[in-house]
């Protein structure tokens, strides 16, 4: 199988990363695979692993764009951004039926929105992320699960971890612990938190400073540990001036090897974003590690945080940067419990997030696209069983974590039916933007 991952481009996003994990997932897997990026970056590889290609294609017009991807005589094209490029996915159907192709169209869109026409969905085949952006987004378009995979939605789970030359680990021994610790600038005795990201302030809470701090007051213990924090309207300045060498950020990178050496180094990551955003940059590329994540929920905006902690497990959700605080005075005073948790996360996420499992998924999704009844694929089978079990936990467990009393159970239960609305939904996103002050 010949299938072109389309990449916004070759920058240090989680999203163009994703196309190239994938694409050297195919590739190991036998199949051939090339990745197509509209614009330069780190990611962009002159000699990337056996059976893929990378390719710069700078060109605006989306007709002449598609017919450069279509020159690559796909069996499959698989476009990755942030929601469904429709006039690229209009211009790939045109030159589709001038040439006579065959290439089925497949679209990833990373937040899981809908398209802005239905008619979009005659056009091609979506591969969320997750069982909760199915979920979601078969709510948003007024569907049933099974509707929602007979207009052709699918689902691949989140995009995994890479694994690193050497393997970075919460648990290996204390000696290559303590080394790893001593190179990133970290005591090797502290309880060491903080999570990774990119130097934007939209990537961070804007309760981030807040968060750091609190975290350094619970216990002389506690060491913050980053990369990316920004300075701007996060207050890294202010953070550096008063902790001094117990806040240590690094600047942002796409070298997922010392990407892996900070995850390595934590003991728990501390999670808070303003678009709630946990792709592999993030919760399960930590988890991969052996790193357990203490994640805020956000209703609003979540993009898949809870389907992936599960709770006592390989982290945990929470409603409250206060939540998180108590959890890891939880964890500081419980190291026992605190290693248990660490092999349980890395066991999970090897279990489930590892290339070679999302590439089986990913193929056996193109396979079940060419069918004339998907729903016959035992594929489609697996993911409908598991999107009604989560389904039928997820509304139960928010209201529990953020309802303390029955006006504010009342009142959750009302936000979680009107944001299961897309109209609704957008609304309340602006409504939110609005009182926030941001636009």
């Known amino acids: 199988m010949r299938v072109v991952q389309v990449v916004p ?6 999203t163009e990363k994703a196309g190239c994990v994938l694409a050297e997932g195919l590739g190991a897997a036998g199949h051939e695979a090339h990745v197509v990026g509209r614009a330069p ?3 962009f590889l002159e000699a990337p692993a056996h059976g893929v290609r990378h390719h710069l294609i700078e060109e605006a017009d989306d007709g002449r764009y598609a017919s450069a991807i279509h020159d690559l005589a796909p069996d499959v094209i698989h476009l990755h951004g942030g929601d ?11 030159v589709s039926t001038v040439r006579g192709s065959s290439a089925t169209v497949v679209v990833t869109p990373v937040f899981g929105r809908p398209p802005a026409s239905r008619e979009t969905l005659s056009k091609c085949h979506t591969c969320l992320i997750g069982v909760y952006m199915l979920y979601r987004q ?25 694994r690193t030359d050497p393997p970075q680990s919460t648990l290996d021994p204390v000696e290559v612990a303590h080394a790893r610790r001593r190179e990133l600038g970290v005591p090797e005795d502290a309880f060491v938190v903080g999570r990774i990201g990119r130097d934007t302030p939209g990537k961070w809470s804007a ?8 975290a350094l007051e619970s216990s002389e213990k506690v060491v913050w540990l980053s990369i990316g924090y920004p300075a701007e309207k996060r207050g890294r300045d202010r953070l550096e001036a008063r902790w001094g060498e117990r806040f240590v950020n690094h600047p942002q990178t796409a070298d997922f090897l010392m990407l892996a050496k900070v995850f390595a180094a934590m ?19 930590a988890a991969g590690g052996g790193l357990p994540t203490i994640a805020g929920a956000n209703p609003l905006r979540d993009n898949g945080q809870s389907e992936q902690i599960i709770d006592g497990l390989n982290g945990y959700l929470v409603s409250s ?4 605080f108590e959890r890891v005075s939880e964890l500081v005073n419980a190291p026992d419990k605190l290693q248990a948790m660490k092999q349980a996360t890395h066991d999970y996420a090897h279990a489930r997030w590892t290339t070679p499992t999302i590439t089986r998924d990913l193929v056996a999704f193109y396979e079940a696209c060419k069918m004339h009844d998907p729903l016959a694929s035992p594929y489609s089978q697996r993911i409908l069983a598991e999107e009604a079990e989560f389904a039928a936990g997820y509304r139960p467990r ?3 974590l953020l309802a303390e009393g029955p006006f504010e159970r009342l009142k959750w239960n009302a936000k979680l039916r009107a944001v299961a609305n897309w109209n609704l939904h957008r609304l309340a996103v602006q409504l939110k933007r609005l009182s926030s002050g941001r636009r």
Not at 271 to 285: M, W
């Open 9 to 14: 481009g070759f920058g240090i996003g989680g």
């Open 41 to 43: 970056g780190p990611r």
């Open 84 to 94: 469904y490029n429709e006039p690229l996915i209009s211009a790939l159907a045109s």
């Open 138 to 162: 078969r709510l948003w378009m007024g569907m049933t699960a099974e509707q929602a995979m007979r207009h052709g939605v699918g689902v691949v789970r989140i995009n995994s971890f890479e």
């Open 207 to 214: 309760a981030s400073e807040q968060i750091v701090n609190r």
């Open 267 to 285: 003991d728990v990551q501390l999670f808070f974003s303003l678009f709630g955003e946990c792709f592999s940059t993030t919760i399960c590329e």
């Open 321 to 324: 940067p206060e939540q998180a």
């Open 398 to 400: 928010m209201l529990k």
